[in-house]
């Protein structure tokens, strides 16, 4: 019994995770935001509704996620200097005003950074 309470409750939510991404999808025509700021909601709405630890989009949120990508960016610590984290952490407690702006300020010059030392890596070795 309880497991087909727990299956019932999956299909459930699964459904309305679908009718969030197709809303999503609409209003991106009809309010004028970009496909990146539509799945940058989608995302945090997933975070903070359906994980299964619902996650709060504040400062802790920020420097949490602003660690995390930056260790997925560069698990091995080979392409960042400490430069470029001193001026990264810039962003470290605004990610998440990020997030309710639709902006993405840290993660373009997280990826811009990240390109440049790449290809600074392949011209020197």
Same mark, same amino acid.
Do not use: W
């Given at each position: 019994?309880? #497991?087909?309470?727990?299956?019932?409750?999956?299909?459930?939510?699964? %459904?309305?995770?679908?009718?969030? &991404? &197709?809303?999503?999808?609409?209003?991106?025509?009809?309010?004028?935001?970009?496909?990146?700021?539509?799945?940058? %909601?989608?995302?945090?709405?997933? @975070?903070?509704?359906? #994980?299964?630890?619902?996650?709060?989009?504040?400062?802790?949120?920020?420097? *949490? @996620?602003?660690?995390?990508?930056?260790?997925?960016?560069?698990?091995?610590?080979?392409?960042?200097?400490?430069?470029?984290?001193?001026?990264?952490?810039?962003?470290?407690?605004? &990610?998440?005003?990020?997030?309710?702006?639709? *902006?993405?300020?840290?993660?373009?010059? @997280? #990826?811009?950074?990240?390109?440049?030392?790449?290809?600074?890596?392949?011209? #020197?070795?």
């Amino acid at each position: 019994m309880l #497991h087909s309470f727990k299956k019932l409750q999956s299909f459930f939510q699964s %459904k309305l995770f679908l009718c969030l &991404v &197709v809303v999503l999808f609409i209003s991106s025509f009809s309010y004028g935001i970009t496909k990146f700021q539509a799945l940058q %909601k989608l995302l945090v709405i997933g @975070a903070s509704d359906y #994980h299964f630890s619902q996650q709060e989009v504040d400062d802790f949120y920020s420097e *949490e @996620a602003f660690n995390l990508y930056l260790d997925r960016l560069d698990p091995n610590k080979r392409f960042f200097t400490k430069e470029d984290i001193v001026d990264l952490s810039v962003y470290k407690l605004l &990610v998440d005003n990020e997030i309710k702006k639709g *902006e993405f300020n840290f993660f373009e010059a @997280a #990826h811009a950074n990240s390109i440049n030392r790449l290809f600074f890596s392949l011209r #020197h070795f």
